[in-house]
T-cell receptor, first 112, second 115 residues
Framework: DAKTTQPNSMESNEEEPVHLPCNHS???????IHWYRQLPSQGPEYVIH???SNVNNRMASLAIAEDRKSSTLILHRATLRDAAVYYC?????????????FGQGTILTVHP | EAGVAQSPRYKIIEKRQSVAFWCNPI?????LYWYQQILGQGPKLLIQ????????DSQLPKDRFSAERLKGVDSTLKIQPAKLEDSAVYLC?????????????FGSGTRLTVV
């Protein structure tokens, strides 16, 4: 399975932008980059996904490097409700087709 | 749209007892997944269904775990007999189709404690 690398933890202040990095140097051309987050005592929540182009939705933006070896999830104005574990996952092909394999993720702390 | 429903929300059992979890996915979602999440770790895929057929159960401990998805809608996951190390949150998720370009919707999970 293609792997991702994320920092263990990050901190932010409320109402400031947050940039959560993810490295995926072994990504293949057809792997989609997915981001999920998990708030305390809840199941993971879909945030955003993309293939090559940058993507925006009401929750966040996804910036994908030109060589696709890294990506960044951008929360434009962090709120206390954004404190969660953020998972960057490659949705790949082959034997992993359509499966999400979760790593440890990044614990985001938001300070008031 | 209604989310993924799971029950019960919590369950405490003694080791060697059996337990069952139920999941109702989003209407029309063809693919259903069961994940196990041990405290402090990311979710681990146990089994994947496409409609009522099993696509992947390579990580399911088949000597004690079983799952089915009757009529391609609801699903149940059973553990018999339970061990202490089965204490975890069991998450159900569904997606519209199996593929790389589809997001998952997760339920809130069932927290199992085996004592």
């Amino acid at each position: 399975d293609a792997k991702t690398t994320q920092p263990n933890s990050m901190e932010s202040n409320e109402e400031e932008p947050v940039h959560l990095p993810c490295n995926h140097s072994t990504i293949s051309g057809t792997d989609y980059i997915h981001w999920y987050r998990q708030l305390p005592s809840q199941g993971p929540e879909y945030v955003i996904h993309g293939l090559t182009s940058n993507v925006n939705n009401r929750m966040a933006s996804l910036a994908i490097a030109e060589d696709r070896k890294s990506s960044t999830l951008i929360l434009h104005r962090a709120t206390l409700r954004d404190a969660a574990v953020y998972y960057c996952i490659l949705n790949a092909g082959g034997t992993s087709y359509g499966k999400l394999t979760f790593g440890q993720g990044t614990i985001l702390t938001v300070h008031p | 749209e209604a989310g993924v429903a799971q029950s019960p929300r919590y369950k405490i059992i003694e080791k060697r007892q059996s337990v069952a979890f139920w999941c109702n996915p989003i209407s029309g979602h063809a693919t259903l997944y069961w994940y196990q999440q041990i405290l402090g770790q990311g979710p681990k895929l146990l089994i994947q269904f496409q409609n009522n057929g099993v696509v992947d159960d390579s990580q399911l401990p088949k000597d004690r775990f079983s799952a089915e998805r009757l009529k391609g809608v609801d699903s149940t996951l059973k553990i018999q007999p339970a061990k202490l190390e089965d204490s975890a949150v069991y998450l159900c998720a569904s997606s519209q189709r199996r593929g790389r370009n589809y997001g998952y919707t997760f339920g809130s999970g069932t927290r199992l404690t085996v004592v």
